[in-house]
């Protein structure tokens, strides 16, 4: 198991921009496909960014991308995602989720990952 903390989450107002990190403990980090998921009230939870171990594999969802970069740290156990451009839909709590990579494909359901964080609250103000 890797124990996952989210940071950075906060109230900012539309077309502004954020910076999410998520710090790894506990297992050998670059084994991992790390991805940041998303839900906001009344939602199921969705997948937004994912990245390989390396970062040579990267993939969005297409309600963010070219506005959210998903990078990662290897050295310091941590995984970010930038945010861009933030829209009032962009208002959730995010979460950080971990699991072995076996290969890299996508991994865009929750099911896929057994590592999660405790999530960061991020609000967008229009």
């Known amino acids: 198991q890797v124990q996952l903390v989210e940071s950075g989450g906060g109230l900012v107002q539309a077309g502004g921009s954020l910076r999410l990190s998520c710090a790894a403990s506990?297992?050998?980090?670059?084994?991992?496909?790390m991805a940041w998921f998303r839900q906001a009230p009344g939602k199921e939870r969705e997948f937004v960014a994912t990245?390989?171990?390396?970062?040579?594999?990267?993939d969005y969802a297409a309600s963010v991308k070219g506005r959210f970069t998903i990078s990662r740290d290897n050295a310091g156990n941590t995984v970010y995602l930038q945010m861009n451009s933030l829209k009032p839909e962009d208002t959730a709590v995010y979460y950080c989720?971990?699991?072995?990579?076996?290969?890299?494909?996508?991994?865009?359901?929750?099911?896929?990952?057994?590592?999660w964080g405790q999530g960061t609250q991020v609000t967008v103000s229009s």
């Open positions: 989720a971990a699991e072995l990579q076996r290969g890299w494909y996508v991994r865009t359901r929750d099911y896929e990952y057994t590592n």
């Open positions: 990245i390989s171990w390396n970062g040579g594999g990267l």
């Open positions: 506990g297992r050998t980090f670059s084994n991992y496909v």
